[in-house]
């Protein structure tokens, strides 16, 4: 049954009160490596993966095969898992421009992409976050998300908040969209969801797991239920940890725990994913992707077990 959310599912008292959370300890040991095949010596980040656990979108800033780009500006790959491996990614280039690509999200059955753009005149445009579709296999641009969710970072963007936006996440249903944003790229940033009515997207109001601290790098489950995000205002073990909170089943969002070590180090740890089966996760540390085997890990991380 398709999961419908109110409105106000996500305030939790507005903004979080500044204290410490539950911080998981894991009795099964963890092993956590790095996937140079995916990783280069640029950038790597904002990492979205489909439910099977088997293709794996990211943002990196690393020079183009063809050499059409420094990517500077950031582009979309794609890596699939073949052969008991990590395939090299490749671009999305019916998507990518030379203005900045980023925050790739999908549909359940990924033939549905929601994705940053700064090409163009993104106000006009409908931007900066936009649809498309995969069409005998070439991504196919669609056009604006909606115009409440152009308006809102239309009209921040003329106020305080700039570009500044770390991370954006779309419910695999396709009726949840959360984003990190704030004044400016540096942070601090907070978490921002919209939900999908009979007349588009609505405006996107602050979600309830905001501090007063920086909130980056979400990403919703394949239970459209199970919300991954980093925070700095939630204590923990210094830096951004990794932090999980779910939509119970009155519609209102629980309390957040910390994923604990060793995906929380006294670094930058964000970006985390998992498939649907609760088996695979990824995340981002030092701007690269790491992978960790949670199959053995115990409910309180994973998502809802279809």
Same mark, same amino acid.
């Given at each position: 049954?398709?999961?419908?959310?109110? &409105?106000?599912?996500? @305030?939790?008292?507005?903004?979080?009160?500044? /204290?410490?959370?539950?911080?998981?300890?894991?009795?099964?040991?963890?092993? *956590?490596?790095?996937?140079?095949? @995916?990783?280069?010596?640029?950038?790597?980040?904002?990492?979205?993966?489909?439910?099977?656990?088997?293709?794996?979108?990211? +943002?990196?800033?690393r020079p183009r095969p063809d050499g059409?780009? *420094?990517?500077?500006?950031?582009?979309?790959?794609?890596?699939?898992?073949?052969?008991?491996?990590? /395939?090299?990614?490749?671009?999305?280039?019916?998507?990518?421009?030379?203005?900045?690509?980023?925050?790739?999200?999908?549909?359940?059955?990924?033939?549905?992409?929601?994705? /940053?753009?700064?090409?163009?005149?993104?106000?006009?445009?409908?931007?900066?976050?936009?649809?498309?579709?995969?069409?005998?296999?070439?991504w196919i641009k669609q056009g604006s +998300?909606?115009?409440?969710?152009?308006?809102?970072?239309?009209? /921040?963007?003329?106020?305080?908040?700039?570009?500044? #936006?770390?991370?954006?996440?779309?419910?695999?249903?396709?009726?949840?969209?959360?984003?990190?944003?704030?004044?400016?790229?540096?942070?601090? +940033? %907070?978490?921002?969801?919209?939900?999908?009515?009979?007349?588009?997207?609505?405006?996107?109001?602050?979600?309830?797991?905001?501090?007063?601290?920086?909130?980056?790098?979400?990403?919703?489950?394949?239970?459209?239920?199970?919300?991954?995000?980093?925070?700095?205002? +939630?204590?923990?073990?210094?830096?951004?940890? *990794?932090?999980?909170?779910?939509?119970?089943?009155?519609?209102? &969002?629980?309390?957040? $725990?910390?994923?604990?070590?060793?995906?929380? #180090?006294?670094?930058? %740890?964000?970006?985390? $994913?998992?498939?649907?089966?609760?088996?695979?996760?990824?995340?981002?540390?030092? @701007? %690269?992707?790491?992978?960790?085997? *949670?199959?053995?890990?115990?409910?309180?991380?994973?998502?809802?077990?279809?």
């Amino acid at each position: 049954m398709r999961y419908k959310l109110p &409105l106000v599912i996500l @305030l939790f008292n507005y903004l979080v009160n500044a /204290q410490t959370y539950e911080i998981l300890k894991h009795e099964h040991p963890i092993n *956590i490596v790095a996937l140079p095949q @995916l990783n280069s010596k640029y950038r790597e980040c904002n990492i979205s993966l489909l439910p099977e656990g088997k293709t794996l979108f990211f +943002m990196t800033h690393r020079p183009r095969p063809d050499g059409s780009s *420094i990517g500077g500006s950031g582009d979309i790959y794609q890596s699939n898992f073949v052969n008991d491996t990590w /395939q090299a990614p490749v671009p999305l280039s019916s998507i990518n421009t030379n203005s900045g690509e980023d925050e790739p999200t999908f549909s359940k059955d990924g033939t549905e992409m929601f994705y /940053q753009s700064w090409a163009g005149n993104w106000q006009t445009a409908g931007g900066p976050y936009y649809r498309a579709k995969l069409v005998n296999g070439v991504w196919i641009k669609q056009g604006s +998300m909606g115009s409440n969710i152009n308006l809102f970072f239309s009209l /921040q963007s003329k106020t305080s908040f700039g570009y500044g #936006t770390d991370g954006m996440a779309v419910s695999a249903d396709g009726n949840l969209f959360i984003v990190a944003c704030g004044p400016d790229y540096n942070g601090p +940033m %907070d978490l921002y969801y919209s939900v999908r009515t009979s007349n588009g997207w609505s405006y996107p109001e602050i979600m309830g797991v905001s501090t007063d601290g920086d909130e980056r790098s979400v990403f919703i489950a394949a239970d459209n239920r199970t919300i991954y995000f980093s925070s700095d205002g +939630m204590g923990g073990f210094g830096g951004l940890d *990794i932090f999980k909170v779910r939509i119970e089943e009155n519609g209102k &969002l629980g309390v957040p $725990v910390n994923i604990g070590a060793p995906f929380n #180090t006294a670094e930058d %740890d964000m970006g985390f $994913v998992a498939s649907a089966d609760g088996r695979s996760a990824f995340f981002i540390r030092h @701007l %690269d992707i790491y992978f960790a085997d *949670i199959s053995e890990l115990t409910e309180k991380i994973k998502p809802i077990d279809p």
